[in-house]
Each structure stands twice: as structure tokens, then as C-alpha cells.
């Protein structure tokens, strides 16, 4: 069975710290996305790999980074969390472009800033 | 740019009635296009999908048919039941962009089912 896992389901930080998000996909996709997801905005792409160590900035990437070292890895960064930055975060893979391109889900973590 | 509408909710049924969400969508080529569904506490799951037009994508009694000619992947059920009661999200894809393709999302819909 194909699995998108996350380091956390629910995570409480403070104004001010860094704080990182993992995501793992067992499936060897090569594209793995981060979102955030805020009632009544849907999803929205904060950003997105298509190979190891490439990144590409999505609809909403500030106050974020992410890291690709390796394939089955995509971290998101909070350099320095704010109350705004409270949301569902869900993590996301695929196998490439194309027509079929479905995207495998993760979780969630929900993250509250405090 | 390519964009997703699908109705805003929630929407709340009785079981065994009939469900329609409407979806219409923008796009510069042809896309494929995608129903998801995220149940209480979990991420997003693939429900259906159609990758060209009068393609009918359907799964678990769900039915959407691509309509080019309205833009439009309305997702239906005959019957719907407690365990549906979940978030639907239309979405699509435009499948030739190479490193820029991407999901576009809908806002999503929730659906209470009352028993």
C-alpha cells in the first residue's frame, strides 16, 4: 500500500521558533509538494520538488523554506513561526507529469502557533 | 490563469438522497480533471477522474462526467450514505507543462450526511 507519512500529526510552537515539518513518501515519486490548508481558502501550494535538492517556490512561500536531500524526503521550514502561520499542513507526492498526474496524500499536521 | 469553482457548503442531506456538487473550471489547454476527498482527520484521497472530454471518472457509487463544452465536472451519488460525510475537493490538471504542472484545487465542499 502506497504511504505519504508525516513527522507529526498535531504540533504546538511558540512566536518565534523554527520549526520543522517532515514528510516521507515510499512510493520513489520524484515530485513531492507542501500545502497548507485554512478553512474557506482550500489548498494552497507553498511549495514543491521535482528532483533531489531542486525546490520551486508555489502560490505562498513566504515564511517558508523547504529541503530535499534525498528522494524520499521533503522538509518544510518555519524559520521563524508566527501566530499566521497556524494551519493543517499536508504533504503531498506524485510520480511525475502527465495526464495521470495524481498526487498521493499525506495526514495532515495541524500546527498551532502560539 | 487556470482556475477551479466548485459550490460552497456545507451541504447537509438525509441519507439515501441524491448528492450533486457542482464544479466548473477555467483552463488554457485540456486538462484532466479530479474529484478528491478528505475524510474527518485524514489528508486527501484520489475519489475519480476523467483526462478528456465525455470521459465519465467514477468510484464508490460517485459518478463526474467531463464537459467541455459547459467546463464543467459536476460530482453526483445516487444514494448517499453517514460514511460520506466528508470534505470533496474539485480539481485539475493540465498535463503538458512539464516541471510546471501542477494540481490546481477547489475550495472544497463539505457534506453532512444525517442518518
Known amino acids: 500500500d502506497v504511504k505519504v507519512t508525516q513527522s507529526s500529526r498535531y504540533l504546538v510552537k511558540r512566536t518565534g521558533e523554527k520549526v520543522f515539518l517532515e514528510c516521507v513518501q515510499d512510493?520513489?515519486?520524484?515530485?513531492m509538494f507542501w500545502y497548507r490548508q485554512d478553512p474557506g481558502l482550500g489548498l494552497r501550494l507553498i511549495y514543491f520538488?521535482?528532483?533531489?535538492?531542486?525546490?520551486e517556490k508555489g502560490d505562498i512561500p513566504e515564511g517558508y523554506s523547504v529541503s530535499r536531500e534525498k528522494k524520499e524526503r521533503f522538509s518544510l521550514i518555519l524559520e521563524s513561526a508566527s501566530t499566521n502561520q497556524t494551519s493543517m499542513y499536508l504533504c503531498a507526492s506524485s510520480s511525475g507529469t502527465g495526464a495521470y498526474n495524481e498526487q498521493f496524500f499525506g495526514p495532515g499536521t495541524r500546527l498551532t502557533v502560539l | 490563469g487556470d482556475s477551479v469553482t466548485q459550490m460552497e457548503g456545507p451541504v447537509t442531506l438525509s441519507e439515501e438522497a441524491f448528492l450533486t456538487i457542482n464544479c466548473t473550471y477555467t483552463a488554457t489547454g485540456y486538462p484532466s480533471l479530479f474529484w478528491y476527498v478528505q475524510y474527518p482527520g485524514e489528508g486527501l484521497q484520489l475519489l475519480l477522474k476523467?483526462?478528456?472530454?465525455?470521459d465519465k471518472g467514477s468510484n464508490k457509487g460517485f459518478e463526474a462526467t467531463y464537459r467541455k463544452e459547459t467546463t464543467s465536472f459536476h460530482l453526483e451519488k445516487g444514494s448517499v450514505q453517514v460514511s460520506d460525510s466528508a470534505v470533496y475537493f474539485c480539481a485539475l490538471s493540465e498535463g503538458w507543462k512539464g516541471r510546471d504542472d501542477k494540481i490546481i484545487f477547489g475550495k472544497g465542499t463539505r457534506l453532512h450526511i444525517l442518518p
Open positions: 520538488s521535482y528532483d533531489v535538492k531542486m525546490k
Open positions: 512510493m520513489d515519486h520524484e515530485n
Open positions: 476523467a483526462t478528456k472530454a465525455d
